[in-house]
């Protein structure tokens, strides 16, 4: 528990608007007015769970080549941040449970989730420091369809 106490959580229209925003564009406009005025954490732990689904669901349609333990990994945050949202008591519990979910897995996607827990070391964002590729490397690649589907809508997007 985080010493923060329900009662004192008010969620105005303007709090936690890049996340309500951002949750709209991936779960529709019914997730935006779920969410717009409430202070309720349990329609907040509803659809930031469902974000946790639909992640897994894009993983699973999207990453056609992945070693079976990154693969494993992937499940295990997701699963785990399920966890986590689940028992948050309070909505800065629950941001907090959210954003280290996908700061985790966004690190993942990237190659591994570095480890310097309980070392002193002043950390920089050399390249050097960052090249996570010691167990796998990351590969975007696209085929002349996707080429083409994206030149149109960078096209449709200037126009």
């Given at each position: 528990m985080?010493?923060?106490?329900r009662?004192?959580?008010?969620?105005?229209y303007?709090?936690?608007?890049?996340?309500?925003?951002?949750?709209?564009r991936?779960?529709?406009?019914?997730?935006?007015?779920?969410?717009?005025?409430?202070?309720?954490?349990?329609?907040?732990?509803?659809e930031?769970?469902r974000?946790l689904k639909?992640?897994?669901?894009?993983i699973?349609?999207?990453?056609?080549?992945?070693?079976?333990?990154?693969?494993t990994?992937?499940?295990?945050?997701?699963?785990?941040?399920?966890?986590?949202?689940r028992?948050?008591?309070?909505?800065?519990?629950?941001?907090?449970?959210?954003a280290?979910?996908?700061?985790?897995?966004?690190?993942?996607?990237?190659?591994?989730?570095?480890?310097?827990?309980?070392?002193?070391?002043?950390?920089?964002?050399?390249?050097?420091?960052?090249?996570?590729?010691?167990?796998?490397?990351?590969?975007?690649?696209?085929?002349?369809?996707?080429?083409?589907?994206?030149?149109?809508?960078?096209?449709?997007?200037?126009?």
């Amino acid at each position: 528990m985080s010493g923060h106490s329900r009662d004192s959580e008010v969620t105005k229209y303007i709090d936690a608007l890049s996340l309500k925003d951002t949750l709209e564009r991936l779960l529709g406009q019914e997730a935006w007015n779920r969410l717009k005025d409430t202070r309720d954490i349990n329609a907040w732990k509803r659809e930031l769970q469902r974000t946790l689904k639909m992640s897994s669901a894009a993983i699973a349609a999207t990453v056609s080549v992945a070693d079976v333990a990154w693969k494993t990994e992937a499940s295990r945050i997701l699963e785990a941040g399920v966890k986590s949202l689940r028992t948050a008591e309070t909505l800065v519990d629950l941001f907090s449970a959210f954003a280290s979910i996908y700061l985790e897995l966004s690190f993942h996607q990237i190659g591994l989730m570095p480890n310097r827990k309980g070392r002193y070391c002043n950390v920089t964002a050399r390249r050097s420091e960052w090249k996570l590729t010691n167990y796998r490397s990351v590969q975007y690649v696209q085929d002349d369809e996707q080429i083409r589907r994206f030149d149109r809508r960078t096209q449709q997007d200037k126009d």
